[in-house]
């Protein structure tokens, strides 16, 4: 089988790189330190390309790499990727939008605490002028205060916690979560944006869209309590920075914390004139820790799109996320895993598949069954299979796609059954997702599971006889190969095993599983 080759246009961390170079079915390039010019005449070898800010995917950048499935932007922001030329390309478009939260979190609550305190000049003045003058720093206390937090996602609900910590009255304005992720918090809930403005300080953490520009402007600030302290540590030109520039030079904003800015860099920006803004550049995502969990969250996109197993995060999605409920975007990749494993256990014609949803879930179906069928399709076909295609090659192969939505039983919430008939006969699987992000399969055939769908897996059954287990674990071990996790189910007199393991595991090892007197089947599957 040939490799999948993931080209690194830019530089990520180690471990990122030791991920790509260690998997066996990947040639892994690491351009990042090439020419541009020179990186675009090897973009024709590329199946998936992670990207950071330095490289622009534009329409150029496409036409070079005519192979190209994927793009995984390192990082969350993707403001040098065209999406909309990516999509008429069929490329997928991923980014990493959880990795840096903690580095963006604790940026913005630095912010704030430097800007109730004066923190930054206060130690210029000792440091650089020598002058011991403790009576030009008084500064006011966060407690009691109002915080007014826009968008109220991963970082903006984590600052609101730490906040909450100082004993500060938090706020949070988001029209696209359930409010209950807010007062569950002990946090207020507030659809009224009037509400956020007559707060003392005002924190955003929203994407910038055609929503979000612009969306602190001048009439807004005219709303706001004199002496409001403004911080920004998402994206440039969600505050019209002349407007910001204005009210801080009147003082009508007493302080305000940026950590970015519409044109970057940011060095010739007139607002780093004024004495009343603590700036950084743009290091929201700057420690070590985010930096490692972006290169290794960015490498398994890149994998998991380059087998066509799931596009983690993609963005440009065949439906509109603003019209899905937040904990939808997990379904949506568990589903492509259950099917991408299903079909890679049963290497069959594909007669039919059919879904079965559960709990809320079951009112998303037709986007879900689309997500099946690329991962189905994407071990199946050669060609190109994207969001938009998939149903139609479906129905160009004669697969007969049935939906069913069932009524709520059992111990979860929302539920997944994805049942492949092939003329082997049928094979099904079901999942569900805990904590609103962790996928989870937790049935294989009437054999009760619960592991997370990624890694090298070994699908063991067999009678459930002594031995059993000592005889894999050994076979494993002979032949250097770390078992990661084991998960044993047993049903009538039959077993299952799925064993995860470290290593890819060749044919030879498999048939020699497979020589066990009880073993009833063995398959493997890489997701």
Same mark, same amino acid.
């Given at each position: 089988?040939?490799?999948?080759?993931?080209?690194?246009?830019?530089?990520?961390?180690?471990?990122?790189?030791?991920?790509?170079?260690?998997?066996?079915?990947?040639?892994?390039?690491?351009?990042?330190?090439?020419?541009?010019?020179?990186?675009?005449?090897?973009?024709?070898?590329?199946?998936?390309?992670?990207?950071?800010?330095?490289?622009?995917?534009?329409?150029?950048?496409?036409?070079?790499?005519?192979?190209?499935?994927?793009?995984?932007?390192?990082?969350?922001?993707?403001?040098? $990727?065209?999406?909309?030329?990516?999509?008429?390309?069929?490329?997928?478009?991923?980014?990493?939008?959880?990795?840096?939260?903690?580095?963006?979190?604790?940026?913005?609550? @630095?912010?704030?605490?430097?800007?109730?305190?004066?923190?930054?000049?206060?130690?210029?003045?000792?440091?650089?002028?020598?002058?011991?003058?403790?009576?030009?720093?008084?500064?006011?206390?966060?407690?009691?205060?109002?915080?007014?937090?826009?968008?109220?996602?991963?970082?903006?609900?984590? $600052?609101?916690?730490?906040?909450?910590?100082?004993?500060?009255?938090?706020?949070?304005?988001?029209?696209?979560?359930?409010?209950?992720?807010?007062?569950?918090?002990?946090?207020?809930?507030?659809?009224?944006?009037?509400?956020?403005?007559?707060?003392?300080?005002?924190?955003?953490?929203?994407?910038?869209?055609?929503?979000?520009?612009?969306?602190? =402007?001048?009439?807004?600030?005219?709303?706001?309590?004199?002496?409001?302290?403004?911080?920004?540590? @998402?994206?440039?030109?969600?505050?019209?920075?002349?407007?910001?520039?204005?009210?801080?030079?009147?003082?009508?904003?007493?302080? @305000?914390?940026?950590?970015?800015?519409?044109?970057?860099?940011?060095?010739?920006?007139?607002?780093?004139?004024?004495?009343?803004?603590?700036?950084?550049?743009?290091?929201?995502?700057?420690?070590?820790?985010?930096?490692?969990?972006?290169?290794?969250?960015?490498?398994?996109?890149?994998?998991?799109?380059?087998?066509?197993?799931?596009?983690?995060?993609?963005?440009?999605?065949?439906?509109?996320?603003?019209?899905?409920?937040?904990?939808?975007?997990?379904?949506?990749?568990?589903?492509?895993?259950?099917?991408?494993?299903?079909?890679?256990?049963?290497?069959?014609?594909?007669?039919?598949?059919?879904?079965?949803?559960?709990?809320?879930?079951?009112?998303?179906?037709?986007?879900?069954?689309?997500?099946?069928?690329?991962?189905?399709?994407?071990?199946?076909?050669? =060609?190109?299979?994207?969001?938009?295609?998939?149903?139609?090659?479906?129905?160009?192969?004669?697969?007969?796609?049935?939906?069913?939505?069932?009524?709520?039983?059992?111990?979860?919430?929302?539920?997944?059954?994805?049942?492949?008939?092939?003329?082997?006969?049928?094979?099904?699987?079901?999942?569900?997702?805990?904590?609103?992000?962790?996928?989870?399969?937790?049935?294989?055939?009437?054999?009760?599971?619960?592991?997370?769908?990624?890694?090298?897996?070994?699908?063991?059954?067999?009678?459930?006889?002594?031995?059993?287990?000592?005889?894999?674990?050994?076979?494993?071990?002979?032949?250097?190969?770390?078992?990661?996790?084991?998960?044993?189910?047993?049903?009538?007199?039959?077993?299952?095993?799925?064993?995860?393991?470290?290593?890819?595991?060749?044919?030879?090892?498999?048939?020699?599983?497979?020589?066990?007197?009880?073993?009833?089947?063995?398959?493997? @599957?890489?997701?």
């Amino acid at each position: 089988m040939s490799k999948y080759t993931i080209i690194v246009c830019d530089h990520i961390h180690k471990s990122g790189l030791d991920l790509l170079s260690k998997d066996a079915e990947v040639e892994m390039l690491n351009l990042a330190d090439l020419p541009k010019d020179a990186l675009k005449k090897e973009l024709h070898k590329a199946d998936v390309a992670i990207t950071r800010s330095s490289t622009d995917v534009d329409t150029s950048f496409l036409e070079s790499a005519p192979k190209l499935r994927a793009v995984v932007r390192a990082g969350v922001g993707v403001d040098n $990727v065209d999406i909309e030329s990516s999509s008429k390309k069929g490329v997928v478009v991923m980014n990493v939008p959880t990795a840096n939260t903690i580095a963006a979190v604790e940026l913005t609550c @630095a912010h704030i605490l430097s800007a109730i305190r004066n923190y930054p000049d206060a130690n210029a003045q000792l440091k650089v002028e020598r002058k011991w003058k403790r009576e030009d720093w008084y500064g006011t206390e966060l407690k009691d205060k109002k915080l007014g937090i826009i968008g109220f996602g991963n970082i903006g609900s984590r $600052v609101g916690k730490r906040m909450k910590a100082f004993e500060m009255e938090v706020i949070a304005y988001d029209p696209y979560i359930n409010p209950a992720k807010a007062t569950d918090a002990g946090i207020t809930y507030t659809r009224n944006f009037d509400d956020i403005l007559s707060c003392d300080i005002i924190t955003i953490h929203t994407p910038k869209n055609k929503e979000t520009i612009n969306i602190i =402007d001048a009439p807004q600030i005219a709303k706001m309590k004199d002496g409001v302290i403004l911080i920004n540590c @998402a994206r440039g030109g969600l505050y019209n920075e002349d407007a910001l520039y204005a009210a801080l030079e009147s003082g009508k904003v007493r302080w @305000a914390g940026i950590d970015v800015f519409t044109k970057e860099p940011g060095t010739s920006n007139k607002l780093l004139d004024l004495k009343n803004i603590y700036v950084t550049p743009h290091i929201g995502a700057n420690t070590l820790e985010s930096q490692e969990k972006i290169a290794i969250q960015a490498a398994q996109a890149a994998l998991e799109a380059a087998r066509g197993s799931s596009f983690p995060n993609a963005l440009n999605l065949p439906i509109k996320e603003n019209e899905l409920p937040s904990f939808m975007k997990a379904y949506l990749e568990l589903v492509q895993k259950m099917a991408f494993f299903a079909i890679q256990v049963n290497k069959d014609e594909v007669r039919s598949i059919t879904l079965e949803a559960e709990g809320e879930i079951k009112e998303y179906l037709s986007s879900l069954s689309t997500f099946a069928l690329v991962g189905i399709l994407n071990a199946t076909v050669g =060609d190109k299979v994207n969001y938009v295609n998939a149903p139609y090659v479906a129905q160009e192969r004669g697969i007969e796609v049935q939906l069913k939505s069932m009524e709520s039983h059992g111990i979860y919430k929302n539920k997944l059954k994805l049942t492949l008939l092939t003329q082997k006969g049928t094979f099904s699987v079901s999942g569900t997702v805990f904590n609103e992000n962790t996928p989870k399969i937790i049935d294989v055939n009437n054999f009760a599971l619960d592991i997370e769908p990624k890694g090298k897996m070994i699908l063991f059954r067999n009678d459930d006889t002594p031995g059993v287990i000592g005889f894999v674990g050994t076979t494993l071990a002979k032949h250097n190969i770390n078992i990661a996790d084991f998960r044993l189910s047993r049903y009538g007199k039959e077993a299952l095993a799925l064993i995860i393991v470290d290593d890819a595991v060749a044919q030879n090892v498999l048939d020699e599983l497979s020589s066990l007197k009880a073993c009833i089947s063995i398959k493997y @599957a890489v997701l």
